[in-house]
C-alpha cells in the first residue's frame, strides 16, 4: 500500500527566501507525481507533474524534482512572495489502478 | 471558462436524508474523479471513472453510489446520510492518466 509522507507539516519563512517542501513515498513503483496547492476553503490547483521517466519539472519560480528510486520529491520555490501562502500537496499515482495517493500537505505561511 | 465545476458549493442537511452533488468538465477529458477530504484535511480518492465506466472503487460505503451518464458528467448519491460523512467532497478530471484537475469543492455538511 502507498504511502506519502510530506515534511514539514508547517513552514513559515520571511517573503523573499527560496525554500524546499520534501515528499517521500513508500513504493517506487509510480507512474507519475503532481504537486498541487490548496488555498483556504478552495479546491486544488495542479503546480507541476513529473512523469516517472523525468528528473525535474520547472515552472516559472517552482522547480520539482523526482527520485523515483530513493522515493523522493521535492519542491523548490524561489523569492517566496506573500501570495505563495498555502497548503501544498504531493501526491503520486500509480498502483494496479493508478489511482493518485495524497500526503498531508505542508502549510506554508510567507510573511511580508 | 470553468474546466471542472460541481454544485452545490455548499450543502446543509439532516441525519438520514438522501442527497446528491453533480460535477462536470469541459476539459474534454476521459476519467473523472470524486475524493473525500475530511476535517485533517486529508484527501482520499472514492470512485473513478474512464469513458464512463468504473475503474476505481474504494473501500466506501455503500450508501455512496456514483453516476456517469456521459463522459464530461459524474455525480454522487448519497443515501441515509450519517454525521460521518461530513467532509469537503472534489470532483476531478484527467485525460487518461495525465495530469488531475480539481473542483472548487463541496462542503456537506450533515446534522
Known amino acids: 500500500k502507498q504511502e506519502v509522507t510530506q515534511i514539514p507539516a508547517a513552514l513559515s519563512v520571511p517573503e523573499g527566501e527560496n525554500l524546499v517542501l520534501n515528499c517521500s513515498f513508500t513504493?517506487?513503483?509510480?507512474?507519475?507525481l503532481q504537486w498541487f496547492r490548496q488555498d483556504p476553503g478552495k479546491g486544488l490547483t495542479s503546480l507541476l507533474l513529473?512523469?516517472?521517466?523525468?528528473r525535474e519539472q520547472t515552472s516559472g519560480r517552482l522547480n520539482a524534482s523526482l527520485d523515483k528510486s530513493s522515493g523522493r520529491s521535492t519542491l523548490y520555490i524561489a523569492a517566496s512572495q506573500p501570495g505563495d501562502s498555502a497548503t501544498y500537496l504531493c501526491?503520486?499515482?500509480?498502483?494496479?489502478?493508478?489511482?493518485?495517493?495524497f500526503g498531508k500537505g505542508t502549510l506554508l505561511t510567507v510573511n511580508p | 471558462d470553468t474546466a471542472v465545476s460541481q454544485t452545490p458549493k455548499y450543502l446543509v442537511t439532516q441525519m438520514g436524508n438522501d442527497k446528491s452533488i453533480k460535477c462536470e468538465q469541459n476539459?474534454?477529458?476521459?476519467?473523472m474523479y470524486w475524493y473525500k477530504q475530511d476535517s485533517k484535511k486529508f484527501l482520499k480518492i472514492m470512485f473513478s471513472?474512464?469513458?464512463?465506466?468504473?475503474?476505481i472503487n474504494e473501500t466506501v460505503p455503500n450508501r455512496f453510489s456514483p453516476k456517469s451518464p456521459d463522459k464530461a458528467h459524474l455525480n454522487l448519491h448519497i443515501n441515509s446520510l450519517e454525521l460521518g460523512d461530513s467532509a469537503v467532497y472534489f470532483c476531478?478530471?484527467?485525460?487518461?492518466?495525465?495530469?488531475?484537475?480539481f473542483g472548487p469543492g463541496t462542503r456537506l455538511t450533515v446534522t
Open positions: 476531478a478530471s484527467s485525460q487518461s492518466r495525465y495530469e488531475q484537475y
Open positions: 513504493d517506487s513503483a509510480i507512474y507519475n
Open positions: 513529473i512523469q516517472s521517466s523525468q
Open positions: 501526491a503520486v499515482r500509480g498502483g494496479s489502478n493508478y489511482k493518485l495517493t
Open positions: 476539459l474534454g477529458h476521459d476519467t
Open positions: 471513472y474512464n469513458n464512463k465506466e468504473l475503474i
